[in-house]
């Protein structure tokens, strides 16, 4: 796709829908940077979100408009919160009709999160072409049942048709901000944290908030890394954590471990990895496959349906990752990770899988299917 074979009469209008969660969020903020490249000052991009999500302040952020819906989800515990569900979501049906009656798209497209179910449900309604985003292995109910009037399904994974029907399917990869696939220099991807060329380097990371099982695996073997010798690691233990995890080193030597709330520069992480320890959102999964770095996925078990079990292992089945469950991460990925690194042949086939599964034009190939619906 590209601004000179597309002939633009008028502006378009484009709804942007997905949140919650940087997972939801961010590849709907890549195919409007996509859409952008391409069509400049002759696209009008809307977001919608929920109200008192995340979305709400990233999105401005941007310098995107978004608009906010009432809408919540199902609460897994017995909660009191789940009797007022119901009311939200008329509310919010109510208000994704009105946003579409005044914004008047040309198509509507969703990322997942609470808010594109009722903004998608809406258009669909009233006639506007629908396009979805599935970013996982494993769709989710929200997705399959808006599928149904959904004119095109953009999807992350191959035999996806056993959810969604074959022939509106086309696998796009998830759309991602950045070029992870770009190399940096590996010397001074190592001298920003700190490290040395003299040791493989491991990177552990569970995303921006944190993940409680990755940070008590490395308390459990921060002494046995700063004293052993055989590795250095770049620990991101995540905004909520890091007061815990700053108390917990101060006591610790540190030597050959970088630790940080967030990393900035994640080419660079990526870049001086030799290993990666990560959970297994769709994201990251996507990022890991540009990258093509060995890693060793331990999925979150507080996920809905599962999804980061079902993606890593739509990886390790081709070996083209590592599956570690979480029940035994603690105890057992850092000897697993320590075993790895002294099998270099095994690495090389891993980081070769991994990348053959790379997407690297996401962003575009799903502006270009939201382009397409416009035609129509």
Not at 275 to 289: H, K, T, W, Y
Request: glycine content about 8%; aromatic content about 8%; overall charge positive.
């Amino acid at each position: 796709m590209s601004e000179n074979n597309i002939k633009m009469n008028k502006k378009i209008r484009v709804i942007l829908s997905g949140g919650g969660t940087g997972g939801h969020i961010y590849p709907a903020v890549a195919t409007a940077e996509a859409l952008q490249r391409v069509f400049g000052d002759k696209v009008d991009i809307l977001f919608v979100g929920a109200e008192g999500k995340m979305e709400m302040e990233k999105i401005p952020a941007l310098g995107y408009e978004i608009k906010g819906l009432p809408v919540t989800g199902l609460y897994r515990k017995l909660d009191l919160r789940n009797f007022a569900l119901p009311f939200k979501v008329v509310k919010s049906l109510n208000k994704a009709r009105k946003i579409v009656k005044e914004f008047r798209p040309d198509v509507v497209a969703g990322f997942g999160g609470y808010a594109s179910a009722p903004i998608l449900w809406a258009a669909q309604n009233m006639g506007i072409p629908t396009l979805i985003q599935e970013q996982n292995s494993y769709a989710g109910m929200t997705n399959k049942i808006l599928s149904r009037r959904a004119r095109r399904i953009c999807v992350s994974y191959e035999g996806m048709e056993r959810f969604f029907p074959g022939d509106k399917i086309v696998l796009t990869g998830n759309p991602l901000r950045g070029r992870f696939g770009e190399e940096v220099s590996h010397e001074e991807a190592l001298a920003h944290f700190g490290l040395t060329a003299e040791l493989p380097v491991v990177l552990v990371v569970g995303g921006s908030l944190g993940t409680r099982t990755l940070n008590n695996m490395m308390k459990k073997w921060a002494d046995h890394i700063s004293e052993s010798g055989k590795m250095q690691v770049i620990w991101q233990n995540g905004k909520f954590y890091d007061a815990e995890m700053s108390e917990f080193m101060s006591t610790r030597s540190g030597r050959n471990i970088w630790r940080g709330a967030f990393i900035n520069r994640m080419d660079y992480a990526y870049e001086a990895a030799d290993i990666v320890v990560s959970r297994s959102g769709a994201c990251s999964v996507s990022e890991l496959c540009l990258v093509g770095k060995p890693t060793v996925f331990v999925p979150s078990p507080n996920v809905a349906e599962d999804h980061q079990t079902k993606n890593a292992r739509a990886l390790s089945e081709k070996n083209a990752a590592i599956l570690a469950p979480d029940a035994t991460a603690v105890d057992e990925v850092i000897p697993m990770v320590e075993k790895l690194l002294t099998e270099p042949e095994k690495l090389n086939e891993i980081s070769k899988n991994i990348r053959k599964l790379a997407i690297d034009d996401s962003a575009e190939r799903v502006a270009k299917e939201i382009f397409a619906l416009i035609k129509k």
